[in-house]
DNA sequence: CAGCGCTTGTCACCGCCCTGTCACCGGCGA
DNA sequence: TCGCCGGTGACAGGGCGGTGACAAGCGCTG
């Protein structure tokens, strides 16, 4: 399990960061918004420990950011007795939030919390149709038959199932999938796609599974 | 529930051993490297606390030397502010530590903590299928016949019995026997998966007991 | 003290699969 | 006709998993 941890305190960081690592997590740090969206998309934490105060942007918009990519666990630390702010941190989908002072203690305990609840939900199969994706195993169930699926296929359809019936924009899948900020490399799904369809047997240009919506994206049939 | 205290302090030996006898818990004391192996082997504790500076060789050698032999709790007394120490005695197995001075009413605290989880462990089912593991004596059984276990493989069989069925993830694997960090350790796990296999006469093409899950982890049939 | 065996960490190698990249093709609209 | 998009094939680098060999550390024994 990885955690990140954001803090532009050292002291905290070093602190929180110890805890966690005494508890047998992995922790990435990062002092501000713009290195903690980097470290995120590169590391792919399973959570994150958010201080609110933050240079470059505070914690609320890092929380926002970080929503827009992942449903990962938030853990936001707020200053005691600021109840607005902690209203607004729950509504920008942090999942706990912790007030400071807090014992390392405390922060393991809910931290633990969190991604036990993450992984009950993760562990609960996606289905659409025909199609059951388990993350755990990379493997998905389609028609009857098992079919082993690299990381990025399961990614791509762990995205693509829980939108399915809808279409998802290509930016949005190379998010999810890479964490590249879009532009260029369409290639990338491209490839991924006709790999995909290769290995479970679908034709594009007369679909059973995924479809694709010319100039938008691809959708999986409900 | 028997605890062993170690300390070559006689004036320590009695206060914590009081504190813990006042609890309700069965003492038993050492107060060198050499005669604590001993009376642990003989009296089989269920919980040990050790101090640091102990004639004979330091209590970092004895909960390394513990460790080889058992899973048992370890909570570790350092000198405050030493996190050098701490750091060290955590990377050698220890569970917990207590800077001094300390009162009793936290080591308590502190050892019924320790006791609970290490109990809460136990308790998770040690069988899968035709695997028995028995910690205590770092036995297997295994198919009618019983394989020795080293203590590493001990740690790897505790945690993939553990979650039999469901595949456990590399880098959880690392956490949980070495406590390593980082990720490049892959190689140890691979010989440690390879030696296990041997030794219990497993094919990786054709697995009996241990499957691998590629780009997951391993993985115990139940 | 020397020697032995067991455990563990490390290096090197192999084969396979995953992934990124290049090149090309066909269809469609400007 | 050009340019963009989506699909396809081919190739190469690298990661991952399996395996063998060797050395260091440690306990045990003669």
Redesign the interface.
Known sequence: ??IMVVDDDPDMLAVTGFAL??A????VRANSYGSALGTFREERPDGAVLDINLPGGSGFDLCAALRRESDLPILMLTVRGDEADLVRALELGADDYLTKPFSPRTLLARIKALLRRARAED?RPSAAGELELVL???TLRIAGREV?L??LEARLLHLLIASAGQPVATDRILVHVWGHRGGGDRQLLKQLVHRFRQKIGDDPENPRWLETVPNVGYRVRA
């Open positions: 399990m990885k690592q005494q047998g997590y992995l922790v562990s755990e195993t990379l082993k690299t990381p």
